[in-house]
């Protein structure tokens, strides 16, 4: 399965696509949205992964970094690209940003698992 990479360039965070890279939004939106860091927590039982390794539940990141890191799926694609950029939300968000955003704070908070 193909993943589609992100980055950051002058100011402004992309996408790539099956076609070309499409704007998400600007980077100083996307961390008003997200944060410079994020942290999620976990729970005692969530703390017994040999992966995690913590002392008090939380697990903090700095979003631009994991951000630029991060790869997606196509059809993580495609609903992003699915949004208009030119749209705004009622806080003045570009839709597309707004929607990446949420859709990441939802991957975040349930820690991958999207399923449950």
Same mark, same amino acid.
């Given at each position: 399965m193909r993943r589609f990479d992100t980055t950051f360039t002058d100011g402004t965070f992309y996408l790539e696509t099956p076609?070309?890279? /499409? =704007? @998400? &939004?600007s980077e100083e939106t996307l961390l008003e949205l997200l944060g410079e860091t994020y942290t /999620? =927590?976990?729970d005692e039982q969530e703390r017994t992964v040999a992966w995690l390794d913590t002392?008090? &539940?939380e697990l903090t990141f700095d979003v631009r970094e994991t951000l630029e890191e991060m790869s997606f799926t196509e059809e993580f694609v495609a609903q992003i690209a699915d949004c208009e950029l030119?749209? #705004? #939300?009622?806080?003045? @968000?570009? @839709?597309? #940003?707004? @929607?990446?955003?949420d859709m990441m704070q939802t991957i975040w908070d349930s820690k991958g698992n999207l399923e449950d």
């Amino acid at each position: 399965m193909r993943r589609f990479d992100t980055t950051f360039t002058d100011g402004t965070f992309y996408l790539e696509t099956p076609d070309d890279w /499409i =704007e @998400v &939004g600007s980077e100083e939106t996307l961390l008003e949205l997200l944060g410079e860091t994020y942290t /999620i =927590e976990y729970d005692e039982q969530e703390r017994t992964v040999a992966w995690l390794d913590t002392d008090d &539940g939380e697990l903090t990141f700095d979003v631009r970094e994991t951000l630029e890191e991060m790869s997606f799926t196509e059809e993580f694609v495609a609903q992003i690209a699915d949004c208009e950029l030119s749209r #705004t #939300t009622d806080d003045g @968000v570009p @839709v597309r #940003t707004a @929607v990446f955003a949420d859709m990441m704070q939802t991957i975040w908070d349930s820690k991958g698992n999207l399923e449950d």
